[in-house]
């Protein structure tokens, strides 16, 4: 069964810092998708970052990126200049048949 | 504002009470999502529909009933509720089920309160 890790309950950042969230998945798949998502106190889940499992490239959407160990099972988040906006829960998510979340990183952006 | 809509935002409810949860989405996809969200806890999946059908059900008690008339709109009936039924209840939809490449956008979700 895959599973999803998220080490980190809470994390704080002082804003225009940065900040890295970790995930650890399990899985005998070889072609899946990973992805974070952001839950802002709103509740809306917004998708933050997808990676492709094949691509070895790390994917970057402006201020966030991804840290991708293939072999290591890893997928790590890590967020620049950080904002106040940025202050959510945080999920890591894992797609091949369905989707498995991880139990989610609360995340405070401090002024 | 990601094009699926949940309401009510938020539901109190008696055990005896029966309710149901709306959701629509705006985007054209074929398939739609209801997760059960309690804190601490990673989203748990309970069911699939993809094009009306229900292609997934994870084991669900019974005393929660998915309903999917068309692609757009997504209910989940709830009938003699537990307080441990108490989460946030969320939707979602994508383009189509299964394939891993496929985005799931949520709603903002029901925030239910089972007494």
């Known amino acids: 069964a895959q599973t999803v890790t998220q080490s980190q309950p809470e994390m704080s950042v002082q804003e225009a810092e940065t900040v890295t969230l970790s995930c650890t998945y399990d899985t005998s798949e070889n072609n899946y998708y990973l992805f974070w998502y952001k839950q802002p106190p709103s509740r809306q889940m917004i998708l933050v970052i997808r990676?492709?499992?094949?691509?070895?490239q790390n994917a970057t959407e402006n201020r966030f990126s991804v840290n991708f160990q293939k072999a290591a099972k890893s997928f790590s988040l890590k967020i620049s200049d950080s904002q106040l906006g940025d202050t959510a829960m945080y999920f890591c998510a894992f797609m091949s048949f369905d989707m498995r979340f991880g139990a989610g990183t609360r995340l405070t952006v401090k002024p | 504002e990601t094009g699926v809509t949940q309401t009510p935002r938020h539901l109190v409810m008696g055990m005896t009470n029966k309710k149901s949860l709306k959701c629509e989405q705006h985007?054209?996809?074929?398939?739609m999502y209801w997760y059960k969200q309690s804190a601490k806890k990673p989203l748990e999946l309970m069911f699939v529909?993809?094009?009306?059908?229900?292609?997934e059900n994870n084991s669900v008690p019974s005393r929660f009933s998915p309903e999917c008339p068309n692609s757009s709109h997504l209910f989940l009936h709830l009938h003699t509720l537990q307080p441990e039924d108490s989460a946030l209840y969320l939707c979602?939809?994508?383009?189509?089920?299964?394939?891993?490449?496929?985005?799931?956008?949520f709603g903002a979700g029901t925030r239910l309160s089972v007494l």
């Open positions: 985007l054209g996809h074929n398939a």
């Open positions: 979602a939809s994508s383009q189509d089920p299964g394939l891993a490449k496929n985005i799931q956008y």
């Open positions: 990676q492709e499992a094949y691509k070895q």
């Open positions: 529909y993809s094009l009306e059908e229900r292609v």
